[in-house]
């Protein structure tokens, strides 16, 4: 059984950066994509991006490029998500999710960022 | 960018069946996922591969796509199943969500 544990709740001001971690419990993380969603206060999900853990290639949303990068350290079976400049709008619940057959099955307990 | 798009709100009776439905270009063309989400409370994948149900998944939620449509069918809806749901489909290297759909369970 995949576990995915996430990083805890930040406080952030704005135009600071936030950075939060993934770590994936499962026998290889190296077989896995990780992706990072967030849903601001009252708002859909949002994909922002995500990495294959084999070879560390990301791909990230048109909205947040630039400001956004997704990293892993497959020795700590972890992968992290880096976002700069933030703003009000930035503030909500962030999730990773491990994906395989294109949907995501397992999804993290969720990171609470404020900023303010 | 590739968009989808869902009803904002469905309302249904308990032991009815809800349907909801989410339309994009071409979305036949591609796999497309679902998945339920209860306040305070991470996602849940219901529907994968558009009609495929992950383990441990109620055999009352079903999926299918075709042309520019996807849709979920939960059968004999309950006040369980009360939660936003959200279709999901790739763009070449980039993954996209529909708006969500509130389901009520009156």
């Known amino acids: 059984q995949v576990q995915v544990v996430q990083s805890g709740a930040e406080v952030k001001k704005p135009g600071a950066s936030v950075k939060l971690s993934c770590k994936v419990s499962a026998d290889r993380f190296t077989r896995y994509a990780i992706h990072w969603v967030r849903q601001a206060p009252g708002q859909s999900l949002q994909w922002m991006g995500w990495?294959?853990?084999?070879?560390?290639?990301?791909a990230y949303s048109e909205k947040l490029q630039g400001r956004l990068i997704i990293a892993r350290d497959t020795s700590a079976s972890t992968a992290y998500m880096a976002l700069s400049i933030l703003t009000s709008e930035d503030a909500g619940v962030y999730y990773c999710a491990t994906s395989t057959l294109q949907a995501f099955d397992n999804w993290g307990q969720g990171t609470l960022v404020t900023v303010s | 960018s590739y968009e989808l798009t869902q009803p904002p709100s469905l309302s249904v009776s308990p032991g009815q069946t809800a349907t909801i439905i989410c339309s994009g270009d071409n979305l036949g063309n591609t796999y497309v996922s679902w998945y339920q989400h209860k306040p305070g409370q991470s996602p849940v994948l219901v529907i994968h591969?558009?009609?495929k149900r992950p383990s441990g998944i109620n055999e009352r939620f079903s999926g299918s796509s075709s042309g520019n449509t996807a849709t979920l069918t939960i059968s004999g809806t309950q006040a369980l199943d009360e939660a936003d749901y959200y279709c999901?489909?790739?763009?070449?290297?980039?993954?996209?969500f529909g708006g969500g759909t509130k389901l009520t369970v009156l």
């Open positions: 999901q489909a790739w763009d070449t290297s980039t993954v996209v």
């Open positions: 990495i294959n853990a084999a070879n560390g290639n990301t």
């Open positions: 591969q558009d009609n």
